[in-house]
T-cell receptor
Framework: EDKVVQSPLSLVVHEGDTVTLNCSYE??????LLWYKQEKKAPTFLFML????IEKKSGRLSSILDKKELFSILNITATQTGDSAVYLC????????????FGQGTTLQVKP | GAGVSQSPSNKVTEKGKDVELRCDPI?????LYWYRQSLGQGLEFLIY????????KSGLPSDRFSAERTGGSVSTLTIQRTQQEDSAVYLC???????????FGNGTRLTVT
């Protein structure tokens, strides 16, 4: 059965810390992996990763995919209270782009 | 519109009643998706519409759930004879030509009492 597992499930840090969120997957016909940030309501898109070893970066956030070991990490440096959210990882399979398989999410709390 | 719009934002209903949830996708997006997020759970796929193709209904949990998309734009998710376990946030998303990334709406929080 296809599955996506995120760790840790929750994390509390202080402003300025660096955090690493993990997403591992076991899916057939892997196509790409997506990261989303969910604050109160709509998940907002962060990154889509298709190729191994190519880092994607946006400001203090970066992410990379390892297709050999079947995982991705999301790094946040110099965390701010506004980074507090649930971070969701999802996998897309080839030929089935409508049905994203989501992990259970990592809840990040950044304390001042 | 600027983003995916869902209504209502909150819905409280009594067990056994029918409810309709509406989604208006981003203009020009041909693909529309419904997901469900229960408390403490990840997002669960429900149904996917892409253009004029037959929808992928494989995620609908029971025959009480149905969805339609009129004119290739607005979609309505209908839940008949609601049960307490239907309580969740129902999220709609759209994408360009069925390719990720998906862009999500703010969701409808459904509470069945």
């Amino acid at each position: 059965e296809d599955k996506v597992v995120q760790s840790p499930l929750s994390l509390v840090v202080h402003e300025g810390d660096t955090v690493t969120l993990n997403c591992s997957y076991e899916v057939t016909n892997f196509r790409s992996l997506l990261w989303y940030k969910q604050e109160k309501k709509a998940p907002t898109f962060l990154f889509m990763l298709t190729s191994s070893g190519i880092e994607k970066k946006s400001g203090r956030l970066s992410s990379i995919l390892d297709k050999k070991e079947l995982f991705s990490i999301l790094n946040i440096t110099a965390t701010q209270t506004g980074d507090s959210a649930v971070y969701l990882c999802a996998v897309v399979r080839s030929g089935n782009t409508g049905k994203l398989i989501f992990g259970q999410g990592t809840t990040l709390q950044v304390k001042p | 519109g600027a983003g995916v719009s869902q209504s209502p934002s909150n819905k409280v209903t009594e067990k056994g009643k029918d409810v309709e949830l509406r989604c208006d996708p981003i203009s020009g997006h041909t693909a529309l998706y419904w997901y469900r997020q229960s408390l403490g759970q990840g997002l669960e796929f429900l149904i996917y519409f892409q253009g004029n193709s037959a929808p992928d209904k494989s995620g609908l949990p029971s025959d009480r759930f149905s969805a339609e998309r009129t004119g290739g734009s607005v979609s309505t998710l209908t839940i008949q004879r609601t049960q307490q376990e239907d309580s969740a946030v129902y999220l709609c998303a759209s994408s360009l030509e069925g390719r990720p990334p998906l862009h999500f709406g703010n969701g409808t929080r459904l509470t069945v009492t």
